[in-house]
């Protein structure tokens, strides 16, 4: 299971390297029920993305080999703004169910 520390130490390689409006921790740690063998969902909203795929694998690269297995989703602030409000998406589930580590969940 990941510490606090290590989960602060990833949030501010996330923000150094995206300058995120926020970080939302979801899936099984934002929800509290993580075990051992949880990886780490986090979801980066960014006021503009060009190209989400490619920020994906750079801040994968920003965080480097720290921490558990770890899923990044990026966002715009329009998507997430659009799309965390249909039931079902990802994006209801993070803002649901999440925890801003970074700015507000909603």
Same mark, same amino acid.
């Given at each position: 299971?990941?510490?606090?520390?290590?989960?602060?130490?990833?949030?501010?390689?996330?923000?150094?390297?995206?300058?995120?409006?926020? #970080?939302?921790?979801?899936?099984? /740690?934002? +929800?509290?029920?993580?075990?051992? =063998?949880?990886? %780490?969902?986090?979801?980066?909203?960014?006021?503009?993305?060009?190209?989400?795929?490619?920020?994906?694998?750079?801040?994968?690269?920003?965080?480097?080999?720290?921490?558990?297995?770890?899923?990044?989703? #990026?966002?715009?602030?329009?998507? /997430?703004? +659009?799309?965390?409000?249909?039931? =079902?998406?990802? %994006?209801?589930?993070?803002?649901?169910?999440?925890?801003?580590?970074?700015?507000?969940?909603?």
């Amino acid at each position: 299971m990941i510490d606090e520390q290590t989960l602060q130490e990833i949030v501010r390689r996330i923000v150094a390297a995206a300058q995120p409006s926020r #970080v939302i921790l979801f899936g099984s /740690y934002g +929800r509290g029920d993580a075990d051992a =063998g949880s990886d %780490l969902d986090l979801m980066v909203i960014k006021p503009e993305v060009s190209d989400p795929y490619s920020e994906m694998i750079r801040l994968h690269e920003a965080v480097g080999p720290i921490g558990p297995g770890m899923d990044v989703l #990026v966002y715009s602030e329009a998507e /997430y703004q +659009r799309r965390s409000q249909v039931p =079902g998406t990802v %994006l209801y589930w993070a803002r649901k169910e999440g925890r801003a580590l970074y700015g507000a969940a909603s």
